[in-house]
């Protein structure tokens, strides 16, 4: 089982980028997803979540309006497009099915 981010770097504050998660070595198409970020000093915090057909996504607060989760089950990836970013949005983001497999992150940072 993989799960690979990729997309990150380093973006000004208002910009936009796409993050993507490759995943193999499982029936993505039957499973929730997840992202999951850290900030430095900080503890995981609960990003978005997609329902296993990409029909239905969920947000938490700090990003509703900002950011949007996708998916290509033909082609076993995750996005998420972040857009509007703040300074506050810098972590490592990361990948999760609901099986428990997870990714090892890509870093994103906001700064001027």
């Known amino acids: 089982v993989q799960l690979v981010e990729s997309g990150g770097g380093l973006v000004q504050p208002g910009g936009s980028l796409r993050l993507s998660c490759a995943a193999s070595?499982?029936?993505?198409?039957?499973?929730?997803m997840s992202w999951v970020r850290q900030a430095p000093g900080k503890g995981l915090e609960w990003v978005s979540e997609?329902?296993?057909?990409?029909?239905?996504?969920y947000y938490a607060d700090s990003v509703k309006d900002r950011f949007t989760a996708s998916r290509d089950n033909a082609k076993n990836t995750l996005y998420l497009q972040m857009n509007s970013q703040k300074p506050e949005d810098t972590a490592l983001y990361c990948c999760?099915?609901?099986?428990?497999?997870w990714g090892k992150g890509n870093q994103d940072t906001v700064s001027s």
């Open positions: 997609i329902n296993s057909g990409g029909g239905s996504t």
């Open positions: 070595g499982f029936a993505f198409r039957d499973y929730y």
């Open positions: 999760a099915a609901s099986r428990g497999y």
